[in-house]
């Protein structure tokens, strides 16, 4: 009964953000200061993990991969996949969930204590609109992050493959392009766009309806993280049987 009522509060905010719109003058500055806070101040952390991990994920294959029948090529072949299917889209989503959802719930959350939400409907502002909207409009350019993801993964790969010795450039370049599937970029970038709204409405949820003082601010940025982590890897599943079966 808990989770039912969580969920109807979930779908009430859902249907408040959209209701009433803010002026569009007002909301073009507040999307464009959600695009910096949530999209370009992210770029960091992506672009240093996916470099890493890319290269990572090489090494290990290459490590594995001891058999003198198997060809070279496979490790990228392997690389790419990893990236392009799950490590891009969903990896990064979880690290995402941590910055951009602990960011989110604890911004709302904290002028939801200090009263300003309240202030805000009290001059007539519709506040979830004011608030999350201009917060999932932004995400929306989420996608792009993930294809930044995706560039800088394959070329940590390549670096790490290539400088390390475990495989030539042309044996790279082969497995990169080897049996590849136009539409397994599609799929990646439909499941980041569920992920996006995912990033942009749970953590906003916990911000909004949060209760209490400036403690609660840091105990309900922790919960939101563990709920769209775990939201996040439920839709992954889903959209995987879906979107590939």
Known sequence: MKYLQKIGQFIIM???VFRRMTKASVLKDLIFKEINDLIIKSLGIVVFVSF?????VTIQTA???NNPLIPKSLIAFTARQSIIL???PTFISIIMAGKVGSYITSSIGTMRVTEQIDAL???GINAANYLIFPKIIAMLLYPFVIAISMFLGIMGAYIAGVMGGYINSEQFLTGL???FIPYHLTYAFIKTFFFALILATIPSYHGYYMKGGALEVGQASTTSFVWTSVVLIIANYLLTQLLLS
Do not use: A, K, Y
């Open 52 to 56: 890493f991990i890319g290269g990572v």
């Open 177 to 179: 392009q080897e049996d």
């Open 14 to 16: 859902l249907r408040d």
């Open 63 to 65: 490590l594995n991969l």
């Open 86 to 88: 799950e490590f891009s």
């Open 121 to 123: 409907e009290v001059m």
